[in-house]
Nanobody, 123 residues
Framework: QVQLVESGGGLVQPGGSLRLSCAAS????????LAWFRQAPGKEREFLASIRWTGRTTYSASSVKGRFTISRDNAKTTVYLQMNSLRPDGTVVYYC????????????????WGQGTEVTVSS
């Protein structure tokens, strides 16, 4: 089992950058595939990026490819989402998620979730 806690959210201007962190507890962090999702008010939770337990393979949604980068530090049991060229999406909650079994872009495949961190992109 793993517990996830996101941080790093806040207010940023359009075109700006922000790095989110997700700290995990649990001795088997390095065996989990990890992902970032986001959810705007009234909308479905949307996949952004995933990274395998090895850290050597990543996958990003086309909507963020080239702008967002997922990475992990198994020694620090933390996964990151570097977000550049942010668009004025308003206020959105970003979530990290973990799965021992799946490496996918489907939210249903991830068993463990953090509580989310809020990001507001606005001028």
């Amino acid at each position: 089992q793993v517990q996830l806690v996101e941080s790093g959210g806040g207010l940023v201007q359009p075109g700006g950058s922000l790095r989110l962190s997700c700290a995990a507890s649990g001795r088997t962090f390095s065996s989990y595939n990890l992902a970032w999702f986001r959810q705007a008010p009234g909308k479905e939770r949307e996949f952004l990026a995933s990274i395998r337990w090895t850290g050597r393979t990543t996958y990003s949604a086309s909507s963020v490819k080239g702008r967002f980068t997922i990475s992990r530090d198994n020694a620090k049991t933390t996964v990151y989402l570097q977000m550049n060229s942010l668009r004025p999406d308003g206020t959105v909650v970003y979530y990290c998620a973990a799965s021992e079994r799946y490496y996918s872009d489907s939210k249903g495949d991830y068993k463990y979730w953090g509580q989310g961190t809020e990001v507001t992109v606005s001028s």
